[in-house]
DNA sequence: AGCCAGGTCTGCG
DNA sequence: CGCAGACATGGC
């Protein structure tokens, strides 16, 4: 592991927070070992270790972290444009040094395919058995890593040992999904450079994507920052501080998820995903118990 | 034991 | 369109 070794001084002005920012349910291949972080990225593994502004990393070169991490984005300037308003104000405050990474979409394609109504300590489960039966075992190491798998890798077609991997119903879109990318390994490439709603609409387009799935993919694998995904917590936290269901409107129900979607986007402003993110990881104070809609909006809406 | 989970799909009106 | 159920599994 020599090649790639050294540390980053981290400045002031640009926070990290590198344990919650690998925790917080964005990957799901970090673990922590004996004060490092361990993961595994573009086939390689990857250790990182912060202490307080010292970020030291064996594995990558240093250009390939500052990436990864986007510390080469101005965080408080992003988090300014979205920082005007008594709930994600909190929110920032405890969760500062939170970055959005700059995953791999192939990556994350899969991996929010396996995270549609199930928990996040289930989704690296899944993760980390896609990449022992079908990944390429990374030699040098004491224990055995795996990458994660090459859309070729993984049975394109529904049965084999993906069985193994206990998906559940997601197997069958995993298996999909795989058959469709590496029978045109350019389509990722091609969704990179759509435009925002045009890229959402291709991720719909696969089976066991829709729009929660499609958004967090477009927002940790694309760097989409606008794309704003509503999950069971967002929708809570929404409905308690945000916006009310209209009259008569069934919740949850798609129709309202797109209400709150519109909302968070406007709101928000384009880097609306980056308020979900601190929404989303500062949750549980307030928001652990569903909360009564109609109670304490921001504004009449 | 039972409810819930970073939802989505299908089959009906 | 919009709604209700089904869905496969395991965490807590």
Redesign the pocket.
Same mark, same amino acid.
């Given at each position: 592991m020599l090649p790639g070794m050294g540390t980053i001084r981290l400045r002031n002005d640009q926070p990290l927070d590198l344990a919650l920012t690998l925790s917080? @349910?964005?990957a799901f291949r970090w673990e922590e070992r004996g004060g490092w972080w361990e993961g595994v990225v573009k086939g390689q593994i990857w250790r990182l270790r912060q202490d307080v502004d010292r970020l030291s990393f064996d594995g990558p070169d240093g250009r390939e972290v500052r990436r990864y991490l986007a510390l080469d984005e101005d965080l408080p300037a992003i988090l300014a444009a979205v920082d005007h308003d008594p709930v994600i104000h909190p929110a920032i405050g405890a969760c500062r040094g939170l970055r959005i990474l700059r995953q791999d979409p192939w990556e994350i394609l899969i991996s929010?395919?396996c995270?549609?109504?199930?928990?996040?300590?289930?989704?690296r489960?899944m993760i980390a058995s896609l990449a022992v039966n079908f990944g390429e075992r990374i030699p040098g190491t004491g224990y055995d890593r795996y990458g994660f798998p090459t859309p070729e890798a993984l049975p394109g077609s529904c049965g084999g040992d993906l069985?193994a991997c206990?998906? @559940?119903?997601?197997?069958q879109?995993v298996a999909e999904a795989a058959a469709r990318v590496a029978g045109d390994p350019g389509i990722l490439g091609r969704i990179a450079v759509l435009p925002f709603n045009e890229a959402r609409d291709a991720l719909?387009s696969?089976?066991?994507?829709?729009?929660?799935?499609?958004?967090?993919i477009l927002?940790?694998g694309f760097n989409r920052l606008e794309a704003f995904?509503?999950?069971?917590?967002?929708?809570?936290i929404m409905y308690a501080h945000y916006l009310s269901p209209l009259p @008569?409107?069934?919740v949850?129900?798609?129709?309202?998820?797109?209400r709150i979607r519109a909302f968070g986007r406007e709101h928000f402003g384009p880097f609306a995903g980056y308020a979900?993110?601190y929404l989303?990881?500062a949750r549980g104070r307030r928001e652990t118990a569903?909360s009564v809609p109609g109670g304490g909006g921001l504004s009449g809406r």
């Open positions: 917080c @349910g964005q929010f395919i995270a549609t109504n199930t928990n996040i300590p289930r989704i489960k069985a206990r998906l @559940g119903y997601r197997e879109s719909l696969f089976r066991g994507i829709g729009p929660k799935a499609a958004d967090c927002l940790f995904p509503v999950d069971v917590w967002i929708r809570r @008569g409107a069934r949850p129900s798609e129709k309202e998820d797109r979900q993110e989303f990881c569903p």
